[in-house]
């Protein structure tokens, strides 16, 4: 395959984003036919990124944590229809049980508390909160009182909850006998041979070949910040695609690694199933599985996968059910997002053209909408920023700057639809694409574009 339209869209969102470094992993029928690295996983000694450079995975240990709450029912050790009360943590809704599934599936009816953006943010000092975290039950205490912020029972709403699966690192170790860390280590990095994939600082400190993580400020400028160690089950996981492929080959064998079976056949399908729908549209997936996501429709097939972001490093990891394809990508710093990028890698491994795919025909009609619009004889000026999915217009002079946001209703490749939401009510905002040229209506003035 000629991965040259891979790797000029990689750099091409990497330079728009300002993102430091990226690896990359392809596997097809149990092999790999593609890695590379791009950029710098160090910027500030100008260290090639490599396709083994380790990164911080986040909410990608999720389906870990999940694989080894499926391993402990397959023997017996728990139920996942078990409630969590059985196993130390007594958490209800409304009167009712929260169970293992619940949590597996973020069906709880525990909204988002927050205590993973706290924690990242206290360690990184980006802003006044303060949340040192630094051991589960230190999470389970924090989550006290969670009862006055419900509204739904358990099993009826998808509220995506960092603290759920901090609970289930808990009912591991507790059913295990073992420390969590210690048995995702023993009972599945090990058997699938993933040798640079870690927990701990002191593991990573030994390997030569780690990224720099990096905050992306308001200027622009890299930050470099350290990987916040501390609470595991939830998003504590650093790998490599290498590795992150093995892992991906292990769910495409239905369970098995050469001669050893992880868990069966059917306990992947009930991971894979898509147990709750997402309540918003979202091009990564529709579903929620165990530790999973699932997109139904995905060129006729069905994704599987889960993305992850601890601020400094973002990952994500891809498969397609029945194709034997799949993909890890890592960065060091926060930009495009890697499940619209994985969506594109493996839209060109099926033989599709990746530029037909809905998200791509979206951007680039933003990116011709962006810019600078004057009305009649340049009386006035408005400048039009992209925020995809939305757009910003921005109005300046020497004493005033306004600026409103603009959400998208109708994307098509000649015309665009908006609504700016201003207090006397909601006002179009139309744009036509005509031979090139670009015209816009706003309230009662029509501006074309003039410039970037």
């Given at each position: 395959?000629d991965w040259s339209?891979?790797?000029?869209?990689?750099l091409?969102?990497?330079?728009?984003?300002?993102?430091?470094?990226?690896?990359?992993?392809?596997?097809?029928?149990?092999?790999?036919?593609?890695?590379?690295g791009?950029?710098?996983?160090?910027?500030?000694f100008?260290?090639?990124a490599?396709?083994g450079?380790?990164y911080g995975?986040?909410?990608?240990?999720k389906?870990f944590?999940?694989?080894a709450?499926?391993?402990?029912?397959?023997?017996?050790?728990?139920?996942i229809h078990?409630?969590?009360a059985?196993?130390g943590?007594d958490?209800?809704?409304?009167?009712?049980?929260?169970?293992i599934?619940?949590?597996?599936t973020?069906s709880?009816g525990?909204?988002?508390?927050?205590?993973?953006?706290a924690?990242?943010?206290?360690?990184?000092?980006s802003?006044s909160?303060w949340?040192?975290?630094?051991?589960p039950e230190d999470v389970i205490a924090?989550m006290?009182?969670?009862?006055e912020w419900v509204?739904?029972?358990?099993?009826?709403?998808f509220?995506?909850?960092n603290e759920g699966?901090?609970v289930?690192?808990k009912?591991v170790?507790k059913?295990?006998?073992?420390k969590?860390?210690?048995?995702?280590r023993?009972?599945?990095?090990?058997?699938?041979?993933?040798?640079?994939?870690?927990?701990s600082?002191?593991?990573?400190?030994k390997?030569e070949?780690?990224?720099?993580?990096y905050?992306?400020?308001?200027?622009?400028?890299h930050?470099p910040?350290?990987?916040?160690y501390g609470?595991?089950?939830d998003g504590?996981?650093?790998?490599?695609?290498?590795d992150?492929?093995?892992?991906?080959n292990?769910y495409?064998?239905?369970?098995?690694c050469?001669?050893?079976?992880?868990?069966t056949?059917k306990?992947v399908?009930v991971m894979?199933a898509p147990?709750i729908r997402l309540p918003?549209?979202?091009v990564m997936?529709?579903?929620?599985g165990?530790?999973?996501?699932v997109?139904q429709?995905?060129?006729g097939?069905?994704l599987v996968?889960?993305?992850?972001?601890v601020?400094n490093?973002?990952?994500?990891i891809?498969?397609v059910r029945g194709?034997e394809?799949?993909?890890a990508?890592?960065?060091?710093?926060?930009?495009?997002?890697l499940s619209l990028?994985g969506q594109?890698?493996?839209?060109?491994?099926?033989?599709?053209d990746?530029?037909?795919?809905?998200?791509?025909?979206?951007?680039?009609?933003l990116?011709?909408?962006?810019?600078?619009y004057e009305t009649?004889?340049?009386t006035?000026?408005?400048?039009?920023?992209?925020k995809q999915?939305?757009?910003?217009?921005?109005?300046?002079?020497k004493y005033?700057?306004e600026?409103t946001p603009?959400?998208?209703?109708i994307?098509?490749e000649?015309?665009a639809?908006?609504?700016?939401h201003?207090l006397?009510?909601?006002v179009?905002v139309e744009?036509?694409i005509k031979?090139?040229?670009?015209e816009m209506?706003?309230?009662?003035?029509?501006?074309?574009?003039?410039?970037p």
């Amino acid at each position: 395959m000629d991965w040259s339209l891979v790797d000029s869209f990689v750099l091409d969102k990497m330079s728009e984003y300002r993102m430091p470094g990226l690896s990359l992993a392809v596997v097809k029928g149990g092999e790999v036919i593609y890695s590379r690295g791009y950029g710098y996983r160090n910027i500030e000694f100008m260290i090639p990124a490599t396709p083994g450079t380790v990164y911080g995975i986040g909410s990608i240990t999720k389906s870990f944590t999940a694989l080894a709450i499926m391993m402990l029912h397959e023997g017996g050790f728990l139920d996942i229809h078990d409630p969590i009360a059985k196993y130390g943590v007594d958490l209800r809704v409304l009167g009712e049980p929260i169970t293992i599934h619940h949590l597996l599936t973020h069906s709880s009816g525990i909204p988002a508390l927050a205590y993973a953006e706290a924690f990242m943010r206290s360690f990184f000092n980006s802003e006044s909160k303060w949340l040192p975290t630094s051991y589960p039950e230190d999470v389970i205490a924090f989550m006290r009182g969670y009862e006055e912020w419900v509204d739904v029972k358990p099993g009826i709403k998808f509220y995506y909850l960092n603290e759920g699966y901090v609970v289930l690192g808990k009912v591991v170790e507790k059913v295990s006998g073992m420390k969590y860390e210690e048995y995702v280590r023993e009972r599945i990095l090990n058997p699938l041979g993933m040798i640079r994939t870690y927990f701990s600082r002191e593991e990573v400190k030994k390997d030569e070949d780690v990224a720099t993580g990096y905050i992306i400020d308001r200027e622009g400028k890299h930050v470099p910040k350290e990987f916040p160690y501390g609470v595991t089950a939830d998003g504590g996981l650093l790998s490599n695609p290498l590795d992150m492929v093995k892992y991906i080959n292990m769910y495409l064998r239905w369970g098995r690694c050469g001669d050893v079976e992880l868990i069966t056949k059917k306990s992947v399908e009930v991971m894979e199933a898509p147990h709750i729908r997402l309540p918003y549209e979202s091009v990564m997936a529709d579903h929620y599985g165990y530790g999973l996501m699932v997109k139904q429709d995905f060129h006729g097939r069905r994704l599987v996968g889960h993305g992850g972001s601890v601020g400094n490093y973002t990952a994500y990891i891809g498969y397609v059910r029945g194709d034997e394809i799949g993909v890890a990508i890592a960065a060091n710093a926060s930009g495009y997002p890697l499940s619209l990028l994985g969506q594109y890698i493996l839209t060109y491994v099926l033989g599709l053209d990746p530029e037909g795919l809905n998200f791509r025909k979206v951007e680039k009609v933003l990116s011709k909408l962006t810019g600078t619009y004057e009305t009649f004889k340049g009386t006035m000026r408005l400048v039009v920023k992209g925020k995809q999915p939305a757009l910003l217009v921005e109005q300046r002079d020497k004493y005033v700057e306004e600026i409103t946001p603009l959400t998208p209703q109708i994307i098509d490749e000649d015309y665009a639809l908006f609504y700016a939401h201003e207090l006397s009510g909601r006002v179009p905002v139309e744009f036509r694409i005509k031979e090139g040229r670009v015209e816009m209506t706003y309230d009662r003035y029509k501006l074309f574009k003039v410039g970037p």
